[in-house]
T-cell receptor, first 114, second 112 residues
Framework: KNQVEQSPQSLIILEGKNCTLQ??????????LRWYKQDTGRGPVSLTI?????NTKSNRRYTATLDADTKQSSLHITASQLSDSASYIC?????????????FGRGTSLIVHP | KAGVTQTPRYLIKTRGQQVTLSCSPI?????VSWYQQTPGQGLQFLFE???????NKGNFPGRFSGRQFSNSRSEMNVSTLELGDSALYLC???????????FGPGTRLTVT
């Protein structure tokens, strides 16, 4: 069964600190892995997209890594800001019908305190 | 460039009724996907439409259906509503379906 597990479930950090979120998956075959940020009451916003051949992708203070051999990914947030408080969702997709079908993790809820 | 819009934003329905939700993608985008988000199950994929054809479908009962029009706008319909259908329904658009997706703000459906 295709599954995506994220850890930790929730995380509280102080403003300015770094943090790393984890994503383990069993999805096969693999098409791509995406990290999204979702603010409360809003739709998710894409942070990074990685295919099988990519092992690092950065977007401003967000850096995602992918180890396709161990089926693990991480999202590193540098110098956190209050606006980083949100849910971070890992999505792993497999190819189907000329597109792909996504499997979502349950997300990590990040709270950044001043 | 206008983002993805969804209407209505909030909806309250009674068990047994049916509901239609609408999604207007970003101009030029031909792929529209629908998702259900609940506190218990998180985000789940419903279906994807591309050029008026359903290309993929998630694991939901036949009560959930959708369609896409020639202008890429999409609707999803839920018939015989159940309490468990209460959720945030999100749609996302992309140019080809395999590239970056842009989500709308969602429609909050409450079934009483």
């Amino acid at each position: 069964k295709n599954q995506v597990e994220q850890s930790p479930q929730s995380l509280i950090i102080l403003e300015g600190k770094n943090c790393t979120l984890q994503c383990n998956y069993t999805v096969s075959p693999f098409s791509n892995l995406r990290w999204y940020k979702q603010d409360t009451g809003r739709g998710p916003v894409s942070l990074t997209i990685m295919t099988f051949s990519e092992n690092t992708k950065s977007n401003r203070r967000y850096t995602a890594t992918l180890d396709a051999d161990t089926k693990q990914s991480s999202l590193h947030i540098t110098a956190s800001q209050l606006s980083d408080s949100a849910s971070y969702i890992c999505v792993v997709s497999y190819p189907s019908g000329g597109s792909y079908i996504p499997t979502f993790g349950r997300g990590t809820s990040l709270i950044v305190h001043p | 460039k206008a983002g993805v819009t969804q209407t209505p934003r909030y909806l309250i329905k009674t068990r047994g009724q049916q509901v239609t939700l609408s999604c207007s993608p970003i101009s030029g985008h031909r792929s529209v996907s629908w998702y259900q988000q609940t506190p218990g199950q998180g985000l789940q994929f419903l279906f994807e439409y591309f050029s008026e054809t359903q290309r993929n479908k998630g694991n939901f009962p036949g009560r959930f259906s959708g369609r896409q029009f020639s202008n890429s706008r999409s609707e999803m319909n839920v018939s015989t509503l159940e309490l468990g259908d209460s959720a945030l329904y999100l749609c996302a658009s992309s140019f080809a379906g395999v590239d970056e997706q842009y989500f709308g703000p969602g429609t909050r459906l409450t079934v009483t």
